[in-house]
């Protein structure tokens, strides 16, 4: 009877054994155990441990993006200082721009203002004519001194004949105000006094 007993007994620790240790390898295949022992520390340890991620080798195609990005940025660059270059006002540019129409002189007489009002699309006999004068200080009618072109074209910031089409709105709208409009009424009323004078 005694013998039974312990038999019942054992096989039941045996039993509870056996469905403990199923149930760790369960939660050991999840993660889920805690340290146990010294044995089982270093393999729930290893086995949490995440292997060092191994940097990606750069390709030759990497190198080769990254090389070009840096020549765009280069061009890109370059092309805004061209940008404000060609913006940005030149007296050489408009010394230039002056002996297109000057010649070997150093006034702009009647045949270059001829190509001059042709090249920036205006009539010489346009009202915008008698402001760009008055702007450039012309001291005769129909022509416009080397001081007089570098010093108007340069408050104008036109140094080119693309500039100045773009700035011919500019030079019709002066005469909008009243102040701009007396002083060039008075300024082409001294051009035609002095023309009179000059017939007599």
Request: proline share 3%.
């Amino acid at each position: 009877m005694h013998s039974d007993a312990s038999n019942f007994q054992l096989n039941s620790h045996l039993s509870t054994l056996a469905s403990i240790h199923k149930i760790y390898h369960t939660l050991h295949r999840l993660n889920l155990t805690e340290d146990v022992g010294p044995e089982t520390h270093g393999t729930a340890c290893c086995s949490r441990a995440m292997p060092p991620r191994k940097k990606r080798r750069p390709t030759a195609g990497d190198d080769l993006s990254a090389k070009k990005s840096r020549q765009d940025n280069v061009y890109r660059k370059q092309e805004t200082l061209q940008i404000q270059e060609a913006e940005a006002f030149s007296s050489k540019r408009c010394l230039e721009w002056f002996y297109e129409y000057a010649g070997c002189d150093d006034v702009v007489g009647p045949e270059g203002m001829e190509k001059f009002c042709e090249d920036i699309g205006v009539e010489p006999e346009n009202v915008v004519m008698l402001v760009l004068a008055w702007k450039l200080d012309a001291q005769s009618m129909g022509y416009f001194t080397l001081q007089e072109w570098l010093k108007g074209m340069g408050s104008l910031q036109c140094d080119s004949t693309e500039k100045l089409r773009n700035s011919l709105d500019y030079l019709r709208s002066v005469l909008n105000d009243a102040t701009s409009f007396k002083l060039i009424y008075r300024y082409a009323f001294d051009f035609a006094r002095v023309s009179l004078c000059r017939t007599d």
